[in-house]
DNA sequence: TTGTCCCGACCGAACATTCGGTTAATCTAT
DNA sequence: ATAGATTAACCGAATGTTCGGTCGGGACAA
């Protein structure tokens, strides 16, 4: 927590801001010369940092997996009837997707070029994994409808919650739009479009 | 039509290997060595075909688009009431995406680097919008919940469409896996997954 | 004066694209 | 039927450019 009089960027800010870059151009559209021109410092300095481009890539689908995951450990995540955690489980990944969008972001469009791709695809596949065993454990207790196939269920409702990163931007402070767009996933995924 | 003999390639049959390799690698993760490896020619053969890497581009998101705008002058999306025409348009979305899911998954990954990248997000937004207005019209005819957002719930929709280029891959010939997902997507977006 | 932070200059590799030329199938005129 | 002309398809080598990353040194706070 050592802080200097000059302004200066450690690896955490200098990670907001490629991350931005990174959403914007792709990561492979994206070259340190891009970086350092949107950090405002020389592209060598980056070095000075971070090990390199692979690593600002580590560190941000690390932080988005670590958010995910933390979710599975949460109260809401463990208790009750498997159809509750079920949607405790949406409505919060829902919610992490929005206050770490640019990090989540990237961590969904990753394409397994690299040694750091193919890992956070994995960790992803592990998550999804663990919301698929929630979700037939609630067919299993009847809370949800039996006539679609399980894999194929968890696979639509993960693609409608990890749209919003397609879309999403948070606006001024003290919005409520966020509950809005949790509240209508939610909706939209247990009880249809129709009236 | 005229058909040569000698075992060649066209600027059609190089499309689909090119987009097969864009969709594994990424467009700007994708080199024109790696695409010429793909192809089994020489990397300035390609350019015997097609102008460069971005007409490859170019005509497989154009190929996409057409798939995608052909569904609004089908009869079944101009016939009928909103909502009707609506999971009409739903249904064969889902169809289109899985029979030309290469060309659909390059259209939906685009970031915007290029000119051709731009063009192709602003006709997708096009075809977003005559879809939100189906939606907006079943709303209206009381045939679809009024307590969403109409610009949310398109969003949501097409999230939750659009998420098979994720996952979705053809199995062996006369497969009726395609149906399944299209009433499996048709179901959770009007009814939910609620019992 | 020491260590942190930063810079311009630079490097080899990989990039998209071009060029000069070869091969082989097809067409033409006899 | 076939020699010669034409052309589509292809290739290896080279173009200039951009890439991620390195290096030696300067500015500044402690």
Redesign the interface.
């Known amino acids: 927590m050592t802080m200097s009089k000059r302004d200066t960027y450690t690896p955490e800010t200098l990670l907001a801001v490629a991350v931005e870059v990174f959403n ?3 990561y ?2 994206t070259s340190m010369e891009h970086l350092s021109r949107a950090a405002g410092i020389s592209k060598s300095s980056i070095y000075h940092h971070v090990r390199g481009k692979e690593e600002l890539l580590h560190r941000a689908v690390g932080r988005a997996l670590e958010g995910l995951f933390g979710i599975l450990d949460e109260q809401g995540a463990r208790d009750g009837r498997a ?1 509750e955690r079920l949607e405790y489980v949406t409505r919060r990944t829902a919610e992490v997707l929005m206050d770490e969008l640019p990090y989540v972001t990237l961590l969904l469009r990753v ?1 397994g ?1 690299t040694a750091t791709e193919r890992w956070a695809m994995e960790r992803r596949r592990e998550f999804d994994q663990r919301v698929a065993a929630l979700l037939k454990d609630a067919v299993a207790e ?4 039996a ?3 399980v894999r ?2 968890t ?10 990163v ?2 999403y931007r948070p606006e001024g402070r003290g919005s409520t739009e966020a509950e ?2 949790v509240d ?2 939610a ?9």
């Open positions: 914007e151009r792709g492979d559209g159809v394409r070029n009847g809370d949800l409808r006539d679609v196939d194929l269920a696979r639509l409702l993960f693609g409608m919650i990890n749209s919003l397609e879309w809005q767009v209508a996933v909706r939209l995924a247990f009880d249809g479009l129709r009236t």
